[in-house]
């Protein structure tokens, strides 16, 4: 398995996931505003719901594997994710495309870049996703999906022109029911999608293949 060695990226992603591992409270309050209303992504403005430690893990391995260079992410937050997709195309001499809705939130994940090392491998798009990966480039190799999942649906049916084949779709939280259109529609294409069940921890996992 390919393991990141830069040690500035190696030190930020571990005070970054502890940090991450002390937030059930502020998750806790963020949704419970969603009880009363339709949850916004303020309601989580000092959250980060991030990936875990294993899955970045298992993303960086797949990408030096797969040698892809252009990888794009919908949803940054404070940036752990992304910081192991800048990592790889670092290796891959690729480039990576994230985006954030929340300003707060952008500036933040900006210096964590920094930290670990990978400013120069991604590009922070602020703005609503559904506008800013209209321009996203072509020859996608990567594409992550990671929250907020009623707009993974919209999302696919924009970057579907621009997937390369043999790209590869990793998508956090298939099982909560915004993400049930996504599945359905993946599902129902089986001669442009291959598509596995990595795993049914943290809300489930599912690794696609545009073939
Ligand atoms: C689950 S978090 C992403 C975690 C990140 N991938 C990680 O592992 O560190 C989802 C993020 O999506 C952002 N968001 C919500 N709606 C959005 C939209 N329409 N466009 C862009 N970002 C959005 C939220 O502000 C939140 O920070």
Do not use: C
């Not at 919908?74 to 495309?97: D, M, Q, W």
């Not at 294409?189 to 291959?194: L, Q, S």
């Amino acid at each position: 398995m390919y393991k990141i060695s830069n040690k500035a990226t190696i030190k930020t992603l571990d005070r970054l996931h502890k940090e991450s591992s002390s937030e059930k409270l502020t998750i806790i309050k963020g949704a419970l505003k969603g009880f009363f209303r339709k949850l916004r992504p303020s309601d989580m403005e000092d959250a980060y719901i991030a990936i875990s430690k294993d899955q970045g893990e298992y993303i960086y391995d797949l990408l030096i594997r797969e040698k892809a260079k252009n990888i794009v992410e919908f949803r940054t937050s404070f940036g752990i994710s992304s910081i192991y997709l800048g990592a790889a195309a670092k290796e891959n001499n690729g480039h990576v495309i994230t985006t954030e809705l929340l300003a707060s939130k952008a500036s933040i994940a900006l210096q964590n870049f920094k930290d670990a090392d990978v400013s120069s491998e991604i590009d922070l798009i602020v703005g609503d996703a559904i506008e800013t990966l209209q321009n996203a480039p072509k020859n996608i190799d990567f594409l992550l999906l990671d929250g907020w999942n009623n707009l993974y649906l919209p999302l696919i049916k924009i970057l579907e022109p621009k997937l390369k084949k043999g790209a590869y779709i990793y998508t956090d939280n298939i099982n909560f029911s915004g993400s049930k259109s996504f599945i359905e529609y993946i599902k129902s294409h089986p001669k442009k999608y291959k598509t596995e069940r990595l795993s049914e921890s943290k809300g489930g996992v599912e690794l696609t293949q545009f073939v």
